[in-house]
Structure formats: C-alpha cells, structure tokens
C-alpha cells in the first residue's frame, strides 16, 4: 500500500548537536520499523517537520542516504522551528517526505565539481559531500567524478560557520576554501574575509567542463550564479537549491509557485537555464 504524502508519521529524535548559537543538528529515527525500513531519499530532498499544534516546515536532509539516522539541521526562524528547538533526544515530531528532487550526481561525469554553500545553505549540501564520501570509501561505483572537487563556503563570522569539525574530512576528497563575512576578532582566522566569489581566485577548474551545486541566500546564489556564466560555465550545469514558503509539499496549496513551477516537486533543485527567464523579476 502506498504511503499518503499529506499524512505524516512520527519520528523520534536520538541526539541533537549545537551547531552554532541558533542552529542545531537533530538526529532523527522513523518510529515505526517497518516504514523506516521503507523510507528512501537522496541528497537535496527535504522533510515537512511538524509539531502538533504548531505547524509544519520544510527542513533539508543534512546526512547521506547511506546512514543510520536522518539529520535536519535546523536555524531558528518562527513557530515551528523555535519548538523544535526546545525539544530534547526522546521526544517525538511529525514528518513527511521525502520530498523535492535531488543534486544531479548521474551528471557530474568527468566535470570539475564546485560545490558552493553560503550560510545555512551548506545543510542540503552536506547531504551530497556526506554521499561522495561513502561512495569514494566503498568504491562503489568508482570514483563519482574523474574531475576537480571544490567546496567554497560562506559564512557571516567564523563563529558561524557549520560542520566546521567535518571539514578535515571533506579535505580527502575536495579542495575546500572558507569565507566570513566579518572576521572574529577573538578567534585567530586564517582563512579569507569576503564574499563568496572572492573565493573563486583559489580554484583552477575549466569552466567548460564544469558542474556547479548552489544553495545559499538567493541574492548571493544570483551573484554567484551571474559570476559563473561569466566565466563561460554552460547555464545548463549550474544547479541552485530555491527556497519558498509551502505548506504541503506536493504541489497542491500552490504556496511555493516559483513562475510557471513548484518549489516543492519541480525542486527545490533548478537548472539555471531553466529558470534564468523568471528568476529575480519581482512577486515570481
Ligand atoms: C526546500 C526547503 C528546505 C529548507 N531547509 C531548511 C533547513 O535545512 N534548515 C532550516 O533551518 N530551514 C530550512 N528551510 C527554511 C524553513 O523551512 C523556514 O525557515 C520555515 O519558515 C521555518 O518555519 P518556522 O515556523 O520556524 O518559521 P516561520 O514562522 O515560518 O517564520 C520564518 C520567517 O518568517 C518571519 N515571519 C513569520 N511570520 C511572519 C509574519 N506574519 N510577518 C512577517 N514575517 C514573518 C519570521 O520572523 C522568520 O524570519 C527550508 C525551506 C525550504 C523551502
């Protein structure tokens, strides 16, 4: 029997970890067996989360498919996600999902991979590093791309940066360059000051055969995505994760109409070219 998409199911939360002052990694685990032995998805989809009472909000998957537990990691923004932040490991929240389409791995091929985070923007992101990384252990397939692999990263200050313990890792299979907005003055950083583009005098990669996965604040993912054409890679292989306000997630309430599509089931994944004619013109 198949699962109805509107109604969720309970999950029950194992461990949570501070990430930053408003953000949190919560690990979560489908209560009932058999569904969480059913439940699939891949890097770049996201849950509906809710509380009884409260709502309802959409939260990337931060962990790869390959592992035990499901990960959000969550910022504090309004109702639902201020709940979510006082509960503790045991508790249980509603989910639903998976839903929304996913980073186009089948299309990396041989290309230099750039993958490019502003913010909390690293989350979906973090999803598909996590996957690479276990593809490259178990060699499953290979090596996912014969490519360069480039992780470029924002944040506002070093204080904010997220996962900042996982990059020693991402290091085996990417080069990675950090920015901050503003440096700390208490904190010795060592890496750049600036906006994400200025990150891009570290990378040697031929834009031509290049493939670039996108998510950040959309005035940065705009910058960087007009950077990019400039420097000749095809709009066809840039890829940028959208957000919009939803509320069911399957294209229904209409809520997350981004010009003629849905940021719930054509997304949250689009390719430049696809978007580019309606993208930033004002109410789309
Ligand atoms: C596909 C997708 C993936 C996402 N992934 C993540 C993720 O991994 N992690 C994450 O933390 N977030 C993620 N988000 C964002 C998250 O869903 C939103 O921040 C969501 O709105 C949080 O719900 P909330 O009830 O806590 O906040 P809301 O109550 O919806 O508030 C969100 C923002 O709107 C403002 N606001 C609320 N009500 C009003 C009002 N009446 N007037 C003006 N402003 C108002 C709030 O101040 C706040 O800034 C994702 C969103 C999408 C679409």
Redesign the pocket.
């Known amino acids: 029997m198949t699962r109805d998409p509107t109604i969720p199911f309970e999950a029950t939360i194992r461990w949570i970890k501070k990430e930053t002052r408003d953000?949190a990694t919560y690990a979560m685990k489908i209560t009932d067996r058999r569904l969480a032995r059913s439940y699939r998805f891949q890097p770049g989809q996201?849950n509906m989360l809710s509380i009884p009472g409260i709502?309802e909000?959409?939260?990337?998957i931060?962990s790869a498919p390959e592992e035990d537990e499901i990960l959000?990691?969550?910022?504090?923004?309004?109702?639902?996600?201020?709940h979510l932040a006082r509960l503790r490991p045991g508790d249980a929240v509603g989910m639903r999902g998976p839903f929304?389409n996913s980073w186009p791995l089948d299309e990396v091929e041989d290309r230099d991979l750039l993958i490019v985070a502003g913010g909390?923007g690293i989350?979906?992101l973090r999803s598909v590093i996590r996957h690479i990384l276990s593809l490259e252990r178990h060699r499953k397939t290979g090596s996912v791309s014969a490519g360069k692999r480039f992780i470029l990263y924002g944040a506002k200050t070093p204080k904010d940066i997220l996962f900042r313990d996982e990059f020693p890792r991402y290091r085996r299979a990417f080069q990675v360059h950090l920015t901050v907005d503003k440096a700390d003055p208490e904190e010795s950083w060592k890496g750049d000051v600036g906006l994400i583009p200025t990150l891009m005098r570290h990378v040697s990669f031929n834009p031509l055969k290049s493939i670039v996965f996108l998510c950040g604040p959309e005035v940065m993912m705009q910058v960087f995505a007009k950077d990019l054409t400039a420097r000749g890679v095809p709009p066809e292989k840039i890829f940028l994760?959208m957000?919009?306000?939803?509320n069911c997630g399957v294209g229904l309430c209409g809520h997350?109409l981004f010009g003629p599509l849905f940021?719930?089931k054509d997304g949250?994944i689009f390719r430049l070219s696809r978007i580019a004619d309606f993208w930033g013109v004002r109410e789309l």
């Open positions: 953000t996201f709502g909000a959409p939260i990337s931060s959000h990691t969550i910022r504090v923004a309004g109702d639902v996600t201020t929304g909390l989350a979906p994760a957000e919009r306000n939803m997350c940021v719930c949250p």
